[in-house]
């Protein structure tokens, strides 16, 4: 691990901020002794929970901001009348230097232009993506484009296949990460001119990646890659859909178990297979979307978390700071710049 890491904290953003980001920071205090912060938000409501937990005081300085961006409020209005939100101040301190990475639970459009407008972009990205974990049958899945790119082009899709190998390789180790691009089929025929053009590229640019071609929708939990690209309304969509899918299940074991005297007798026998499942499946586990392609650290937690759900998200921007993801990223765009300069060449040549 890295020494001196230190990450700028949205205490404000989510739905029952501040008191899940900062008993998150608890957690992530035995988690990750190392890590200092830097806790942006309303002060009078922040110290509480400081006096609360004596051992914050030795991690957290509190920087105090007034103003809040709400849930429901306009990115636009969001950009305008929020320099002085507890959102902005967190992701300017990367910007200028006092921090590392950003963590927020906050409004996800909002964070995301602020972290644009403030950080940029890494140079040769044309548009950051969000960028997360889904359950699957061996392990986990990466998965991008998840809502930030509602349309995208040939060139952010190869982007995107890129960023989320970087990403992979960063967390998991994989030298070689599976790459697959979310179609309707998985034959080369398969799909728009936008998705087969895309793979072409990445079959000929010699990436650190081991690109499969097309997947189809179930292969994001079969684990048939390490990462699935496709554009940010499908991804949104898929994410949407897989979470009101795991909500339903749990619903329906509910309401089955509490059916009858027999049933409740077999949730006794089966309780400790059904808590390694249910583990398993756990949205706190995989909370902690990053944008990738921002030139800096910039991690979404979801609003609805708790502190272990938040301490989690923490733990995405610590392991993205301590193995230079950006650097990473950096080094193989360029590569394909030059694999795309060199292509451009040889046709003028022809």
């Not at 644009?116 to 986990?140: H, W, Y």
């Not at 590229?201 to 390490?226: A, K, Q, T």
């Not at 859909?241 to 299940?249: I, N």
Request: glycine share 10%; net charge negative.
């Amino acid at each position: 691990m890295a020494k001196n890491i230190k990450l700028s904290v949205d205490a404000m953003g989510g739905d029952a901020a501040p008191a899940i980001v900062m008993d998150g920071l608890v957690e992530a205090r035995l988690r990750y002794p190392h890590v200092k912060y830097l806790v942006y938000g309303r002060e009078a409501e922040i110290t509480p929970y400081l006096d609360k937990h004596p051992s914050l005081k030795h991690c957290c300085e509190i920087r105090h901001c007034d103003d809040v961006i709400t849930g429901d409020q306009k990115v636009s209005q969001a950009i305008r009348q929020g320099r002085n939100s507890s959102m902005w101040n967190a992701i300017n301190a990367v910007k200028i230097g006092d921090a590392h990475g950003v963590v927020s639970a906050g409004n996800t459009g909002a964070l995301m232009a602020m972290a644009k407008l403030s950080m940029r972009t890494l140079p040769g990205i044309d548009r950051p993506a969000i960028c997360s974990l889904f359950p699957n049958q061996v392990s986990e899945t990466t998965m991008l484009d998840l809502g930030a790119n509602a349309q995208c082009d040939v060139h952010n899709l190869v982007e995107f296949a890129v960023m989320g190998a970087c990403f992979t390789r960063a967390l998991k180790g994989i030298e070689k990460p599976r790459v697959g691009l979310l179609n309707i089929g998985s034959e080369d025929l398969k799909g728009t001119d936008l998705l087969r053009d895309a793979a072409e590229i990445l079959r000929e640019s010699d990436l650190d990646m081991d690109f499969v071609g097309f997947v189809e929708g179930d292969d994001i939990m079969l684990g048939s890659v390490d990462v699935v690209v496709t554009d940010g309304f499908t991804g949104n969509v898929s994410l949407k859909t897989a979470e009101g899918a795991a909500k339903l299940y749990t619903e329906f074991l509910r309401s089955a178990f509490k059916s009858s005297l027999m049933a409740k007798l077999g949730y006794l026998l089966i309780k400790p297979v059904l808590s390694k499942v249910m583990a398993r499946l756990d949205p706190r586990k995989y909370n902690g979307a990053l944008f990738v392609g921002i030139n800096g650290v910039a991690v979404k937690s979801h609003g609805g978390t708790d502190a272990i759900g938040f301490a989690n998200a923490l733990g995405v921007a610590v392991d993205m700071v301590d193995r230079d993801l950006n650097s990473s990223i950096g080094e193989q765009i360029t590569h394909l710049n030059f694999v795309a300069t060199e292509s451009t060449q040889a046709t003028k040549t022809a």
